[in-house]
């Protein structure tokens, strides 16, 4: 990926097992936003492939592929503050939904049927991540983890395949941070979805992820299972200094 000249992405080369949790570390500035960025459509990558199964990402726009079944999640809150959480996580449902504008308007039976399916399985979510209690609130009275737990929420309410987190943790307690690993380690383990992770909180990292994928300067430095990578002498100088291993 170049921007005028600038590399900020070179030769980066991994692949996601399905199932799985992949996570994408580096120092500040590594290329891990840009990463995630390309992954999702944000940015279109200057040359390489980015592969979903059988499908071709490299020039598709996010909303497809979206529709694909890859869901994103920001590091800043984007919960409507004034909505319900309900109505929030019905966001999620979108892509799913099969009522047509005329149908919906009219409020035929069929389009009450399928709204009705959609509240049930938005209950379904909101009570495994645990902000059940919470449906009729507005989302932005939610304490911060709860909002964060939302917005998951809300992405797994598109049903996806795939599931990038971006910081999902970051700015939370301790006790948040502890309750929202277990909720993502359930996502992989309980509903079997692929998940690419970037977080700064190594602890997290290591706790989570069955494979890790380091970058420094745009450039990947180690691929490996996390006790492999995180002992490796090259990540250890990227993220302490070129004194580190001496």
Not at 2 to 17: H, I, K
Not at 19 to 45: D, E, M, Q, W
Not at 221 to 242: F, H, K, M, T
């Amino acid at each position: 990926m170049r921007f005028a000249g600038l590399t900020a992405l070179d030769a980066v080369s991994f692949t996601v097992r399905p199932g799985t949790v992949h996570a994408v570390i580096g120092p500040n500035g590594a290329g891990k936003s840009t990463c995630f960025n390309v992954l999702s459509g944000v940015y279109r990558a200057t040359a390489g492939s980015v592969r979903f199964g059988e499908h071709e990402l490299t020039a598709m726009p996010p909303h497809r592929i979206a529709g694909l079944g890859v869901a994103r999640i920001f590091q800043n809150l984007a919960l409507p503050p004034r909505a319900t959480v309900a109505d929030s996580l019905m966001l999620g449902r979108h892509r799913l939904t099969r009522t047509g504008f005329l149908a919906a308007g009219l409020r035929l039976p069929s389009a009450a049927r399928e709204e009705r399916s959609h509240r049930e399985r938005v209950r379904e979510i909101a009570a495994f991540v645990g902000i059940e209690h919470q449906l009729q609130a507005p989302a932005g009275s939610l304490p911060y983890g709860q909002q964060k737990l939302a917005e998951l929420a809300r992405a797994l309410c598109m049903e996806p395949r795939l599931l990038l987190l971006d910081e999902p943790v970051a700015g939370m307690t301790a006790d948040e941070r502890q309750r929202t690993a277990a909720v993502i380690a359930g996502v992989r383990d309980s509903l079997g979805i692929s998940i690419v992770l970037v977080e700064h909180d190594m602890g997290v990292v290591m706790r989570l992820a069955d494979a890790v994928t380091v970058l420094d300067f745009g450039r990947r430095i180690a691929d490996g299972v996390p006790s492999a990578v995180q002992n490796d002498p090259a990540v250890v100088r990227a993220y302490l200094g070129e004194g580190a291993t001496s």
